[in-house]
């Protein structure tokens, strides 16, 4: 079945540095790919989506690629701030009919000033 | 716009006690429904969905069951709790089918069973 694998945090960084989070998947066909954040006592809110192959999604500075030659999905942000300390959820939802979307474990993301 | 309301916020029951968690989204049409729960320092496990008034699939056999009575109506329900229930609980909405690209997730409801 479809599954997600990304690292394990927690990922601690000062301010302004550089950001990588992993994610690579499992999954037949192409799939949908999704990194969900969540802060701090709240929801999970959709930070970023790429839908087919080499296609970039980009949100608040933050980007990622869909890459089918490597099934990998990496988070990047080139200079983080504290307000990015978060819980970062890479995601896949199957490419035909109904599909449930199956998440990663979570990377917790601290950034220090 | 489409939104998505769920209650109570955080709340503390005793093992053996009654739940019920609502949940409503407002300003789409027959929209896929889940609940999730994310225990402490663990991923999301997705509890329950569905694609229609009265249609409930579960993906985790336990003491937990859902009813969807409205279109955008969705309730997680438990006659009696355990410890092991206590978690963060997302309700979550997509659009039906193929386009159903997206989940979208409400605030989260905190239970911590006593």
């Known amino acids: 079945g479809n599954s997600v694998t990304q690292m394990e945090g927690p990922v601690t960084l000062s301010e302004e540095a550089f950001l990588t989070i992993n994610c690579t998947y499992t999954?037949?066909?192409?799939?949908?790919l999704f990194w969900y954040v969540q802060y701090p006592g709240e929801g999970l809110q959709l930070l970023l989506k790429a839908t087919k192959a080499d296609d970039k999604g980009s949100n608040k500075g933050f980007e990622a690629t869909y890459r089918k030659e490597t099934t990998s999905f990496h988070l990047e942000k080139g200079s983080v701030q504290v307000s990015d300390s978060a819980v970062y959820f890479c995601?896949?939802?199957?490419?035909?009919?109904?599909?449930?979307?199956?998440f990663g474990t979570g990377t917790r993301l601290l950034v220090s000033p | 716009s489409q939104t998505i309301h769920q209650w109570p916020a955080t709340l503390v029951q005793p093992v053996g006690s009654p739940l019920s968690l609502e949940c409503t989204v407002e300003?789409?049409?027959?929209?896929?429904l889940y609940w999730y729960r994310q225990a402490a320092g663990r991923g999301l496990q997705l509890l329950f969905y569905s694609v229609g008034i009265g249609q409930i699939s579960s993906e985790v056999p336990q003491n937990l069951s859902a009813s969807r009575p409205q279109d955008r109506q969705f309730i997680l329900s438990s006659k009696k709790l355990l410890l092991s229930d206590s978690g963060f609980y997302l309700c979550?909405?997509?659009?039906?089918?193929?386009?159903?690209?997206?989940?979208?997730f409400g605030e989260g409801s905190w239970l911590t069973v006593v």
């Open positions: 995601a896949l939802k199957g490419a035909t009919g109904f599909q449930k979307l199956v």
């Open positions: 300003g789409t049409s027959n929209p896929n």
């Open positions: 999954a037949t066909g192409y799939p949908s």
């Open positions: 979550a909405w997509s659009d039906a089918g193929d386009n159903g690209n997206t989940i979208y």
